[in-house]
């Protein structure tokens, strides 16, 4: 049974930093893209950042535009592990944050998404 379980999530004053960590436990072949996704109240999910697997030349990474310079999103293959940077946190950015990661098992690839982890950000 593979799962994804995200923590680090907190409540912060704006302009602070929080690190939120995901981590896949279970059996499988390999952890591909990895991505966090968040989701305001009210509000759709929304794609947050992807990065790589990192198999070609390094990681590539992906940022909505409403986050790009504050936040850093990371992977340690070694630790099956996601990290996302938050720093310069805004009001705008609360929302619960969720870990997405497709997972390939046996031949298939097939996606995963954990519980999430609440970001509250006062001003």
């Known amino acids: 049974q593979v799962q994804l379980v995200e923590s680090g999530g907190g409540s912060v004053q704006a302009g602070e930093s929080l690190r939120l960590s995901c981590a896949v436990s279970g059996i499988f072949f390999r952890v591909n893209v990895m991505s966090w996704y968040r989701q305001a109240p009210g509000k759709q999910r929304e794609l947050v950042a992807s990065?790589?697997?990192?198999?070609?030349?390094?990681?590539?990474?992906y940022y909505t535009e409403a986050v790009k310079g504050r936040y850093t999103i990371a992977r340690d293959n070694g630790k099956n592990t996601m990290y996302l940077q938050m720093n310069s946190l805004k009001p705008e950015d609360t929302a619960d944050y969720y870990c997405h990661a497709n997972i390939e098992i046996l031949r298939n690839r097939v996606d995963y998404w954990g519980k999430g982890t609440l970001v509250t950000v006062s001003s």
């Open positions: 990065i790589s697997d990192g198999s070609r030349s390094g990681d590539s990474t």
